[in-house]
Nanobody, 125 residues
Framework: QVQLVESGGGLVQAGGSLRLSCAAS????????MGWFRQAPGKEREFVAA????????YYADSVKGRFTVSRDNAKNTVYLQMNSLKPEDTAVYYC??????????????????WGQGTQVTVSS
């Protein structure tokens, strides 16, 4: 089973930037499709972004398009989420997710079988 470890969360002012990382470990880590989700207090977990398997492009939620960039380094089995122009409404726990072999529904939370512990992102106004 792949293990996922997120890092890079923190407190930032509105308009600032953060970069999240998610490292996947395990013998089959390179075989997993990965994505980012977030969950704010009192709200359901929602899709943020997911890279394509080659890491060259990605899928994005409308709320983050143009501000966030997702990428993947297959040599390191690591996925990144560069977050720019952060807004207070981006405040949430951000989770990395993975599914063995891939998914035809990368934006669907139910597509993923493995989850990281989450990292808190807080954007102050």
């Amino acid at each position: 089973q792949v293990q996922l470890v997120e890092s890079g969360g923190g407190l930032v002012q509105a308009g600032g930037s953060l970069r999240l990382s998610c490292a996947a470990s395990g013998r089959t880590a390179s075989s997993y499709a990965m994505g980012w989700f977030r969950q704010a207090p009192g709200k359901e977990r929602e899709f943020v972004a997911a890279p394509t398997r080659d890491g060259r492009t990605g899928y994005y939620a409308d709320s983050v398009k143009g501000r966030f960039t997702v990428s993947r380094d297959n040599a390191k089995n690591t996925v990144y989420l560069q977050m720019n122009s952060l807004k207070p409404e981006d405040t949430a726990v951000y989770y990395c997710a993975a599914v063995l072999g891939g998914t035809v529904r990368p934006m669907d939370v139910t597509s993923y079988s493995r989850w990281g512990q989450g990292t808190q992102v807080t954007v102050s106004s």
